[in-house]
């Protein structure tokens, strides 16, 4: 019994697999907004019926798709802090270590990408169990600054008075032993590096910056001095 239940477990994994795969394919060749459930079961040449004892609906599909997304750049993110944790690298080269494979994960996988960061999907709203996968890469930022902060290498920024309440906030909920300055400065952070990488991505660099790697490795670099990891 358990070698049957074994070889079913297997062979639900491939199908899996191979369903991902392919409507990975339609996203690259059509878009999210077009992803079908039956045309990828016609291009695998399963019956929709049997398609949806995988994947009951589009939008099962597409949050699985968005989770696999969201935990691939997330082990790139925290797979470059590692290395330069090991390295003895101190918080601001680990900043922009983590910038760096945020950039070098996208340009690999731009249509993964572009399901996480580009235009929503019509119709589609991402479930609660997105939120942990989608945290990843700022759970390693935040970590790097929990370092930079506990040996007092981490510079405040300044923040607006109008700004405080919001930033206490913030810092409470997914920050907390940050200063809230800190906390603040992180959001707005990364908000610039998710513009950085889509406006190389989706081509509104072109014609003005030619030597793509070298500025974002000082718009990183730009990056950390504005959270307070101001010391090299």
Not at 54 to 60: G, L, T, V
Not at 62 to 84: C, F, K, N, P, V
Not at 105 to 119: D, K, N, Q, V
């Amino acid at each position: 019994m358990n070698t049957v239940r074994g070889a079913r477990e297997r062979a639900r994994i491939e199908v899996t697999a191979a369903i991902k795969d392919e409507a990975r394919r339609m996203l690259e060749a059509e878009g999210a907004a077009k992803l079908s459930l039956r045309a990828v079961a016609r291009k695998l040449g399963m019956v929709s019926s049997a398609l949806y004892r995988y994947f009951p609906s589009r939008d099962e599909l597409l949050t699985a798709l968005i989770i696999d997304a969201y935990d691939s750049l997330g082990a790139a993110a925290e797979e470059a802090d590692a290395r330069a944790l090991a390295a003895g690298s101190p918080p601001r080269v680990r900043w922009v270590a983590v910038c760096g494979a945020v950039r070098v994960w996208a340009l690999a996988h731009p249509h993964e990408y572009a399901l996480i960061y580009g235009s929503p999907v019509p119709g589609y709203s991402a479930p609660v169990d997105t939120v942990g996968p989608a945290s990843r890469v700022a759970n390693t930022f935040i970590g790097i600054l929990h370092a930079a902060h506990g040996s007092r290498g981490l510079a405040l920024p300044p923040l607006p008075a109008a700004l405080r309440p919001e930033a206490d906030r913030m810092t409470a909920d997914f920050a907390e032993g940050l200063p809230p300055e800190v906390t603040a400065a992180l959001v707005a952070a990364w908000a610039q590096l998710v513009g950085l990488v889509s406006f190389e991505l989706f081509g509104q660099f072109n014609r003005v910056v030619e030597d793509r790697a070298a500025f974002f490795s000082y718009a990183a670099g730009r990056l950390a001095h504005e959270v307070g990891l101001t010391a090299v």
